[in-house]
């Protein structure tokens, strides 16, 4: 039966779009009918469909946290979510308990245009309508008030960045370019999470989650009342990662430790102004593997072909080129070296054990911690304003790479918005950033091979490089912003929004991001919007200024000038390219949302991507740089829907389509499908039910040396939450149960292979304040 379902289960949801198209043709025929003006006169007086549903979720909240039902989105000022003139999803804390999520950036697997991927015990990848597919650089990340996406690698690290259930107010995913507001590698779309006011985190939070596996985390938070303006909480959380099975069944070594802290006090100053500053700590553990086991070859000559060494042993390929060729395996002595008259080839002392495979393992760890203030209030001509500063100090060490770097960022803002006479809403607002960075690489045993060649120069060195050599002339960088919008109330129905951001940094020069959209909604059921934005996306420091050398290759004796007499080997480097300029992509989005009464909403949107400059990995051995730029198109759209079918039950859903080529040739490093199902039931007062239904397309992960193909997968979560008082909850929690596990991701060019998504079971218990 189950080999029958689990086909039809796939071909169902390959085919979803065209249903979900067809659905949506039929509800724009029933609900975007115009009304006459007798009718629109008639109903001023009355609640929308969209007003009568946040009304519902106004009586649901405390006083304070009224003020915080508005996100910001991408007109540079707070308003309803569903006013906002783009694809929004928010996610509110009770999403991510109620599905058994242990952070913040698992919850995103239900939102329509991301695709979320695990790989290692610790790692979770989030894209978000990329046709680079694999990297997380294509959007901005924002987690509690400051920007976390890092130069060096261009990227983020929401695990380590994340904060307790408890503390969160909100993340507010924007998908689609927000650059006139939001500015550089806001391509994509914008990750903001943001925090609680510490007066609604009074009392004491717990929350424990355990896992089959043996893996851990507790969060315990405590807030309290300094006086009757100000208040303060303080954090702490331990999560321990066991340690995982890769996809052929060798153990992953993942497992490690992440220890964390934080604080916040909040002040009200006066009754329009108010001040706040926080902080935190963390500190992760855990293993990395280079494999290199692929990337030892060897050549007659310097252009020959370059045979890998792992598959040459299992032939009679080097016999046939040299007779006196002997398996290094098969050496009597880890230490042994043959004579140069042999022809035969030295290997470190790694590869003449029994293993096949010739890696290192070190500890990759992550030392952080920083600080955030902020004030701001509104003036008697309503002037909101606000004064943001941040610092952080992050210490990296990629053991497994002998690579590390300290990073020291400063960040100051300042942002405003105000009402200008009766149809326009100016938001403005400048910034500067401050980065320092101290970068150290080190040569590994295991990959020093001795005299090296480098084919670059075809000059001899006495030892081997080091795997990352950064450029010590690039470690300090300054950037400046700027922005002005402008928002313009044509009519009750229509608004306008034009504006754009200018930034000058050390890394790409002076540019401007204009953005413009408009939104209409012709009743109160539905809004539609478009928008077009001049996005930047900025290259990080590893695709300008590091050196990757990945690979060796063996020369026998005479292979070139400099080894007329024994055989040596030589280094293929692939450089950083300094000459990479900003990627500048022109977008263009369109969309509608319908709340035909209170209990329904859908969402439909749809885009297109020009990128210019495109920045992505070389994925041949014969290429010079580490990175080269190209030119790409992506397109497609999403669909979501939030359907409170009863008062017990409820119905979320997602489709996403997303296609893109570079240079005219198709890419599959993003699904092209992706779909969700979730859905809860109140069984009783203290009891509900949840299930979540994943469905992710076939993605190809590109790599010099392992490319690999992850199938489509269907994941199927289920889950009971018991309260047993207002504030207690405990959960149970079945994961990926449909297959005993799966793959999803690998970090290409440096994970040997996937690691598996297995089927595990969660225990979580959770006290609200």
């Not at 609900?31 to 009586?59: C, G, M, P, Y």
């Not at 043959?338 to 054990?353: D, H, M, N, V």
């Not at 960088?477 to 034009?498: C, G, K, M, P, V």
Request: aromatic share 12%; charged share 20%; glycine share 8%.
């Amino acid at each position: 039966m189950t080999a029958f379902l689990i086909p039809s289960l796939y071909c169902f949801l390959s085919r979803v779009h065209i249903l979900f198209v067809s659905l949506c043709f039929l509800i724009v025929l029933g609900v975007t009918h115009d009304l006459s003006s007798e009718q629109r006169d008639a109903n001023k007086s009355e609640l929308t469909s969209f007003e009568k549903a946040e009304l519902k979720k106004l009586i649901r909240l405390d006083f304070r946290s009224l003020s915080s039902v508005s996100i910001q989105g991408v007109l540079g000022y707070d308003q309803e979510y569903w006013r906002n003139p783009a694809s929004v999803h928010v996610i509110r804390p009770d999403d991510i308990t109620l599905f058994g999520y242990a952070n913040t950036v698992e919850a995103l697997r239900g939102v329509p245009g991301m695709h979320l991927s695990r790989g290692l015990a610790y790692d979770n990848f989030a894209s978000m309508r990329n046709f680079s597919g694999f990297s997380t650089q294509k959007f901005l990340g924002k987690i509690g008030g400051r920007e976390v996406t890092q130069l060096m690698l261009g990227s983020a690290n929401y695990s380590v960045d994340d904060y307790p259930i408890a503390v969160i107010d909100r993340i507010e995913i924007v998908r689609g370019p927000g650059a006139s507001i939001w500015g550089t590698n806001a391509v994509n779309g914008v990750l903001n999470l943001v925090t609680k006011h510490a007066g609604d985190t009074q009392g004491d939070s717990i929350r424990m989650i355990l896992q089959d596996n043996g893996s851990f985390m507790g969060d315990y938070v405590h807030g309290g009342q300094v006086s009757r303006d100000s208040f303060y909480r303080v954090w702490i959380r331990n999560q321990e990662y066991a340690e995982g099975t890769l996809d052929s069944g060798n153990s992953a070594r993942d497992d490690g430790y992440l220890r964390k802290f934080g604080f916040r006090y909040d002040k009200e100053l006066a009754s329009d102004l108010n001040f706040y500053v926080a902080g935190g700590g963390a500190s992760r553990r855990l293993e990395h593997v280079l494999d290199f086991s692929n990337r030892l070859f060897y050549s007659e000559n310097l252009t020959g072909p370059l045979v890998p060494l792992d598959y040459a042993r299992q032939g009679s390929f080097l016999s046939s080129l040299h007779p006196l060729y002997v398996d290094p395996l098969k050496l009597p002595s880890a230490t042994s070296f043959w004579s140069s008259s042999t022809g035969s080839i030295p290997y470190p002392a790694l590869l003449t054990g029994k293993t096949s495979r010739f890696e290192k393992y070190g500890e990759m760890t992550n030392d952080s911690g920083h600080i955030v203030s902020k004030l701001d209030g509104i003036t008697e001509s309503n002037l909101e304003w606000s004064v943001t500063s941040a610092f952080e100090k992050t210490d990296i060490n990629m053991g497994h790479l002998g690579f590390e770097w300290e990073q020291n960022q400063l960040d100051v803002a300042f942002d405003a918005n105000r009402p200008v006479g009766n149809y326009h809403r100016f938001s403005f607002g400048v910034g500067f950033r401050r980065t320092d960075l101290d970068v150290q690489s080190t040569l590994l045993e295991p990959f020093n091979f001795g005299p090296t060649v480098d084919l670059n120069t075809l000059s001899l060195s006495a030892s081997s490089p080091t795997i990352l050599e950064y450029d010590q002339q690039f470690t300090k960088f300054n950037r400046l912003t700027a922005y002005f919008q402008d928002s313009i109330n044509l009519s009750d129905e229509l608004i306008f929004s034009i504006g754009t951001k200018f930034e000058e940094n050390d890394l790409t020069g002076s540019g401007i991001q204009p953005g413009v959209r408009g939104s209409w909604t012709p009743n109160g059921s539905n809004v539609f919007w478009l928008g077009y934005s001049k996005a930047h996306r900025q290259p990080s420091l590893r695709e300008r200024y590091t050196t990757l050398n990945p690979a060796r290759i063996w020369y026998p004796a005479g292979a070139t000038f400099l080894n007329p007499f024994t055989g040596v080997w030589a280094n293929k480097s692939f450089a950083g390219d300094e000459s990479l300029d900003r990627e500048e992509i022109d977008a263009y989005e369109i969309g509608w949302r319908t709340r035909p009464n209170e209990d329904f909403m859908l969402e439909l949107s749809s885009y297109y991507y020009d990128s210019k400059d495109a920045v992505l990995a070389a994925t041949s051995l014969t290429s010079v740089n580490a990175y080269e730029a190209k030119n790409a198109k992506s397109f497609g759209g999403e669909l979501s829907i939030d359907w409170q079918f009863s008062d017990a039950w409820r119905i979320r859903g997602g489709y996403s389509l997303a296609r893109g080529e570079i240079q005219g040739e198709r890419k599959y490093d993003f699904p092209e499908q992706t779909a969700s199902l979730q859905s809860s039931i109140d069984y009783s007062d203290s009891l509900t039910f949840v299930q979540s239904l994943f469905y992710a397309d076939e993605t190809h992960v590109p790599s010099d040396y392992n490319p690999i193909t992850i199938p489509s997968h269907l994941r199927l979560d289920l889950g009971a939450i018991w309260h047993p008082s207002e504030n207690w909850e405990v959960g149970l929690f079945g994961r990926d149960l449909l297959e005993p596990y799966h793959v999803e991701t690998m970090y290409p060019g440096v994970d040997v292979e996937p690691a598996r998504v297995e089927r595990s079971f969660l225990l979580t218990l959770y006290k609200k304040f």
